[in-house]
């Protein structure tokens, strides 16, 4: 049989160069190789595998701490101050030392998770330093749950809470992003704000309470509202400023209910329920100690409107840095992407498809960071932890902007870059922060 010659496509053109073996085999093992890709990048599209990643990171990070800062002391994270405990009345577990001057805010934790029923002022030689401190009861309950009542062994569950709700934070973070149309991988932006780090390492509540938090805008989206409403009560009892959330839920609700005369019904009781808890626990303690703790809180950690904003970021401005890296210039870097991050969620309020009560929260934390006292913002050494709210209501909002496949074409779109942008700006910042908690403080 007579082999047929390649004839030129066109009159005058050479005929094609046939491929050669070698040539083809490269082409197949390429596109084997993407297929193989492409299965994997499906595969790892789920929530799991960010809350995977995320309970890992923070486990290796708390590992490393505990090896190199405190040299395997993991009491050592506690830092109790001699202002507020009482010789001869202590119980500390071993490896707590009492350090000079006021400590910092794990110490009340630590003491409320000896016996979270104990609300006197002064228990096991430590006393509180105001009654606010009751109202953030939620996590002292779950570390006294997992240690078992066991006091010896709250220090280590202490850690453990938060390492746990930081995979909880990072697989809520990729059903977010499953739900906004994007790969799952992209809720490890949630668990990678750096301040939440700190709380790691000082053991305080702001990884538990935005778990709780998280938890409930999921559950509120998937209409659980019972369950919805559990979450984000435990929540306000953690941390008191997830109200700003059940009060932006109240308030889209109530105006729909207006505009279309509808009656109160088991939706509202996601708002309802943190309301009535955080209520009812403000009597509690009243009843306890005889003051209510959210006036106490009042006047701490509220003041003029923008002023402890504007004079914190002149401040470290004025005292930059340029010939070492200090936690001056780590604070600026902290927020420039609390920022960038809040300035680009704000400018996709319209577009992102999230709930309207998520949009209306962001809002809120907002207006909450900008009242809070110069303490507040003048702590260096606090990585901006207590303005994690406003980080992660505006990573929801844009990974409620609907998810675009990457071509030449979609560049130009705010969607193919939004993301990348939030991710390439928060990296550094908790990069730096971890290895600071891990080396040197």
């Known amino acids: 049989m007579a082999v047929r010659e390649l004839e030129p496509a066109y009159p005058g053109s050479p005929p094609p160069i046939p491929a050669r073996p070698r040539d083809r085999t490269l082409v197949r093992c390429l596109g084997s190789l993407a297929r193989c890709l492409e299965a994997l990048a499906r595969w790892l599209d789920r929530p799991l595998v960010p809350g995977l990643a995320a309970l890992l990171g923070a486990l290796g990070f708390a590992l490393a701490r505990w090896q190199r800062w405190s040299r395997g002391d993991i009491g050592s994270w506690i830092l109790v101050g001699r202002t507020f405990t009482t010789p001869g009345r202590m119980w500390l577990a071993p490896g707590i030392g009492i350090r000079p001057g006021s400590g910092y805010d794990g110490q009340f934790y630590y003491r409320l998770a000896l016996n979270p029923a104990n609300l006197r002022h002064t228990a096991y030689g430590i006393s ?122 109240a308030a889209v609700r109530l105006v729909a209910i207006c505009r279309r005369r509808q009656r109160i019904g088991r939706p509202d009781l996601a708002w309802l329920l943190p309301a009535a808890a955080f209520i009812t626990w403000e009597v509690v303690v009243r009843a306890v100690t005889g003051s209510f703790p959210l006036d106490a809180d009042d006047d701490r950690n509220a003041g003029t409107p923008f002023i402890a904003a504007y004079d914190a970021v002149r401040n470290n401005l004025h005292n930059l840095s340029w010939t070492e890296f200090t936690w001056t210039d780590i604070w600026l870097l902290e927020f420039a992407v609390l920022i960038v991050v809040a300035a680009m969620a704000l400018a996709c309020l319209r577009r992102s498809r999230g709930p309207a009560h998520e949009r209306v929260a962001l809002v809120g934390f907002l207006i909450e960071i900008l009242v809070v006292t110069p303490t507040t913002w003048n702590s260096l050494n606090a990585d901006l932890r207590s303005f994690v709210e406003v980080y992660l209501l505006a990573v929801v909002v844009l990974l409620g902007m609907p998810g675009v496949r990457l071509t030449r074409h979609s560049l130009n779109k705010p969607v193919a870059w939004l993301l990348p942008v939030a991710a390439a700006w928060a990296l550094p910042a908790l990069i730096v922060v971890g290895s600071r908690r891990i080396f040197w403080s």
């Open 128 to 249: 509180l330093d105001a009654p606010y401190r009751l109202m953030r009861i939620g996590y002292p309950v779950l570390t006294w749950l997992a240690s078992a009542g066991q006091a010896a062994l709250v220090p280590v569950m202490l850690v453990a809470v938060n390492v746990t709700a930081l995979g909880t934070i990072g697989w809520l973070g990729g059903a977010f992003a499953r739900q906004g149309g994007h790969h799952a991988a992209w809720g490890l932006l949630l668990p990678a704000y750096f301040g939440l780090l700190t709380s790691v390492s000082r053991d305080t509540a702001e990884p538990v309470a935005c778990a709780l938090l998280l938890a409930g805008l999921l559950a509120i989206r998937y209409r659980h509202s019972v369950l919805a409403g559990v979450l984000l009560a435990f929540g306000v009892l953690t941390r008191e400023t997830v109200i700003v959330a059940a009060g932006a839920v």
